[in-house]
């Protein structure tokens, strides 16, 4: 059993994950999040708001998941969004094309499906399901067709990324920001792609949650205000040069945009403030790169992007985060389509002499010839050059039909006027996150299986002589912290635990409940996430907790009843002090958001 099924079971059996419609047979690229998934998918996504709402300042909203198909027209989704996908004659099992051959060649997901055909026939590639011979490649569009409206209504999709509600919904989000520069919105929901063949857990899902933020930019102007704030942070960088080399390296923020490794400083801060938030959810440092896109995988419209990548075990290096510099190609697309403009009018610091060649249409004559065409075929011809304006009969095409208008319906000429400002078509940085992927890594990272002597020994832990004479006292011949020789447990950070305090009477009796009851009462008034657990002895208590990554449990024995003290075990160490009540809820929030250390929470009890 690798580490990627001892994840999963743990997952199922402690209640993170679960197989959708298990009930009917379940259905692949779907899962349910458990009572504790939820809670942790929840708290990674609040840290992911604090990130860039709170502290970034970019409002967040939130639009409909299906989308009339205008939208994606627009967006490009309706024409390419695909993969390719070959089909067993045998079995009839479906595979990604470019995932059957990319053990054999490099770029394999640059290839179009007539080369991987090819490439599949002269390597004799096989179905890894029952070894028969694979049909054609072809392209399958990933987006979920709906119909919206009843009978044959209007053709509609849904989404398969947040991204494109907050491309069509600029124009309001520019006049909130007041029209300036940069600015930011965000949005988190869930988005859907009807994946080939999903078989990678919550890495490859047909409904996923993504959280994005398009930050809209002047293109003269890519520097960033804060960029200090990581100028000297050193990030592990895999660009287009050293995976040719096959070696990743480390350099500061600053260094890779002043050597151009990174395109711009608002590229580098993104980059820089992706590490700060993955690292602070729980993803290993030691185990995280950011991979620039090669050359020949780069969207034809991006100046740069980067992936945030994480190594697991089973998959190798896995994309969690995408950070681009998308240029203005969003926006000129959704203008395009719905044939208005997007930009914003941004003022000069002092008004400025401009010469500009000048188009007027003569609305008195082209109004009786064009009638209610007139107003496009005015806007048609200020589009055209001056070249194009001499000639003595001028076209223009409107929805693919050539009109001629004579040369008196329309004048032009250079003029020298003042001018205040522009009109600016910002450019756009987004930075993609995959909340499942992310909720994924943060499990493989924390689990772990320990040894507690080794942990014990490491620690300087006296033994668990206390709990002994407790447990004798009150003959319970259950297990006790130390008894079993290996443990799991996850390790969590404390931000998005989500169990952060287990309280645990010592026994089922009423008089330690009750005031076990009260310091439950007084943590959920702090905002702590706390579980009360009386079932079963207060070592397997410790072990269920260790499982699902509560950093800290309180036992309520028979000295709490004399001196009004607790103890608090810390799970990663093991280690145990005696702490009061009086203030306890105080204490403990210090130890989970401020991070206090645990030796100064109280007095020692096992080291």
Known sequence: MDKYEKVFELAKRRGFLWNSFELYGGSRGFYDYGPLGSTLKRRIEQTWREFYVIQEGHMEIECPTIGIEDVFVASGHVGGFSDPLCECRKCGEAFRADHLVENIMSAAGTLSAEDLTKVI?????????????????????????????????????????????????????????????????????????????????????????????????DPRNKKHPNFERFAEK????????????????????????????????????????????????????????????????????????????????????????GIADRTDYDLKAHARVSKTELYVYVEYDEPKMVTRFSVKPNMGKLGPVF??????????????????????????????????????????????????GENVIPHVIEPSYGIDRIFYGVMEHAFDEENVDQKAAEFGLKGTEEAEKEAEAVKDESDVEGEEEARLVMHFSSSVAPVQVAILPLLTRKELADPAKEIVAKLREKTLLVNYDDSGTIGRRYRRNDEIGTPYSVTVDYDTLEDGTVTIRDRDSMRQVRAPIEGLEHMLYELIYRGRSFESAGKPFNF
Request: glycine letters at 8%.
């Open 121 to 217: 026939r002269e390597k004799g590639v096989t179905c890894p399901e029952c070894g028969g011979e694979f049909g054609d490649a072809y392209e399958f569009n990933l987006m979920f067709k709906t119909i919206i409206g009843p009978g044959t209504g209007r053709q509609g999709y849904l989404r398969p990324e947040t991204a494109q509600g907050m491309f069509v919904d600029f124009q309001r989000l520019s006049r909130f920001y007041r029209d300036k520069l940069p600015f930011g919105a965000v949005q988190i929901g869930k988005s859907y792609r009807n994946e080939i063949a999903p078989r990678q857990g919550v890495i490859r899902l047909r409904e996923f949650t993504q959280a994005e933020c398009e930050i809209f930019v």
């Open 234 to 321: 050193e990030l592990v960088l895999y660009s287009q040069e050293a995976q040719q080399e096959g070696k990743s390296f480390r350099m500061t923020v600053r260094e890779a945009v002043e050597a151009g490794v990174i395109a711009h400083e608002v590229l580098g801060y993104n980059i820089a403030l992706t590490n700060e938030f993955l690292t602070k959810v729980g993803i290993n440092p030691s185990k995280l790169r950011f991979r620039q896109h090669l050359k020949d995988e780069m969207a034809h419209y991006a100046i740069d992007c980067w992936d945030a990548e994480i190594e697991t075990e089973r998959f190798g290096w896995v994309e969690i985060v």
């Open 371 to 420: 009638k209610g065409k007139a107003k496009i075929v005015a806007d048609a011809l200020k589009q055209l050059s001056e070249e194009e304006l001499s000639n003595n009969q001028i076209k223009v095409t409107l929805d693919g039909e050539e009109l001629i208008i004579s040369s008196d319906m329309v004048s032009f000429a250079e003029e020298t006027v003042k001018v205040s």
